[in-house]
């Protein structure tokens, strides 16, 4: 276990998450099987994604193949994080085995999934509207 939750121990650089920035989002793309060897690499990213400034953040699953409950507690913590400091958080998953892991884990009626990045993005962008006019 890690002594503070806030320290993710440092791993070797994979491509298991990209960060970008879209329609006034930060969007975390997730690739590959999200488990206990990969949450390490997964981890940091999102914790900075959630922790930053940026009032609307994407958990893209769409490159994920798999989720286990390591996955779960990535998400239920990046929710938290978003939560806490008043923030937007929109998960994207169209994949039918990872969505019957969310289901099974509690977490789709939190996050409530979306098909696609389009419409993760709409409630970003209407927002982003507002703010400017």
């Known amino acids: 276990m890690f002594q503070d939750e806030n ?15 879209t329609g006034g989002c ?31 953040v994407v958990i893209d699953l ?20 978003m939560r806490e400091r008043g923030g ?7 994949n039918r085995a990872v969505l019957r892991t969310l289901r099974a884990g509690g977490v789709a009626e939190l996050l409530d999934p979306l098909p696609t990045m389009a419409a993760a993005l709409a409630p970003a962008l209407v ?5 400017e006019s």
């Not at 320290?7 to 920035?21: I, L």
């Not at 286990?68 to 990535?74: E, I, Q």
């Not at 927002?127 to 703010?131: D, L, M, T, V």
């Open 127 to 131: 927002a982003a509207g507002a703010a």
């Open 88 to 94: 937007l958080l929109r998960l994207v998953c169209a």
């Open 62 to 81: 769409t490159p994920a193949t798999f989720l286990d409950c390591s996955g779960l507690s990535l998400l239920c913590r990046a929710h938290r994080r």
């Open 7 to 21: 320290a993710w121990p440092q791993a070797a650089p994979m491509s298991y998450a990209r960060t970008y920035r």
């Open 26 to 56: 930060t969007v975390v793309e997730v690739h590959g099987e999200v488990d206990i060897s990969s949450a390490v690499r997964i981890g940091p990213p999102l914790d900075t994604a959630t922790g930053g400034g940026a009032p609307s």
